[in-house]
């Protein structure tokens, strides 16, 4: 996967999770958590949608990797 089709990715998981977060306001190193306003379950929600929409596992302990954009578009490309 590229960076944009990363980006495409985790906008349409975010979409199902959070329709009103917006995430081409988030800058890339900026916490997703904290600029979305993602508790603990929308983001682990969030990690297993990525994981199943790109077809890869992603452990609950690489969480901490994925969150900044930048961290998952290195985690997942």
């Known amino acids: 996967m590229n960076e944009q089709q990363i980006r495409t990715l985790a906008a349409d998981v975010l979409a199902g999770i959070a329709p009103e977060a917006d995430l081409a306001t988030v800058g890339d ?3 997703l958590r904290e600029v979305l306003d993602l508790d603990s379950m929308d983001f682990l929600n969030f990690l297993i949608g990525l994981g199943e929409k790109s077809g890869r596992k992603i452990p609950e302990a690489d969480a901490p990797r994925l969150y900044t954009l930048k961290g998952l ?3 997942l490309a």
């Open 29 to 31: 190193t900026e916490d």
């Open 73 to 75: 578009i290195g985690y």
